[in-house]
């Protein structure tokens, strides 16, 4: 015996193998970056030296071509409480809302694309800040794209960059024997 498909049974079955419509990320990027011996650092770590006023950690997400995200939300997870949010936890239209736990700060906004696709956002190492864990997840329109989990460590617990030293000069070069 034959069964009859119904109309909403098809349409289910075609929207379930139909195009997406939610944001693809086709590329991303964690980065820190700081002032080390007179340069600018930017690296793509998962080690964030505390140098409250230097060190900084930045996200970029790249989506594919198509429509515009409408929302994006950002969600910072601290592994303990920040005593002091500053203004974050106080300015309504700074579009961030910190958890009654103090150890999430949530940022709900329109992300602007650049030619490629890419947006981002950048947090700074501030005075009394947490070391140890840190995630910083990524969603748009609703959909989670991306989690990044890295570290913040004690100036003296991070291995700086090689500092390049120069080329040693013969002492006759500048007659300075």
């Not at 974050?88 to 949530?106: Q, R, W």
């Not at 890295?150 to 000069?169: A, C, G, H, K, N």
Request: hydrophobic content about 40%; overall charge negative.
């Amino acid at each position: 015996m034959r069964l009859p498909v119904s109309t909403s049974a098809m349409l289910l079955a075609l929207l379930a193998t139909g195009p997406s419509l939610a944001a693809e990320m086709i590329d991303s990027v964690f980065q820190v970056t700081f002032r080390y011996a007179g340069e600018d650092e930017v690296l793509n770590d998962t080690v964030v030296p505390l140098l409250p006023g230097n060190a900084c950690y930045n996200w970029h997400v790249r989506l594919a071509e198509g429509a515009a995200p409408k929302t994006a939300t950002e969600t910072l997870s601290l592994p303990m409480p920040l005593e002091d949010w500053g203004t974050l936890a106080t300015d309504p239209d700074d579009g961030i809302d910190i958890s009654a736990d103090a150890k999430v700060a949530t940022r709900t906004f329109m992300p602007e694309l650049d030619g490629e696709g890419w947006f981002s956002h950048s947090w700074c190492v501030a005075p009394g800040d947490p070391v140890g864990a840190h995630s910083i997840a990524i969603a748009v329109d609703g959909d989670k794209l991306v989690t990044y989990d890295f570290q913040v460590v004690l100036p003296e617990d991070y291995y700086w960059p090689s500092i390049v030293q120069p080329t040693p000069r013969e002492r006759s070069v500048d007659h300075s024997w």
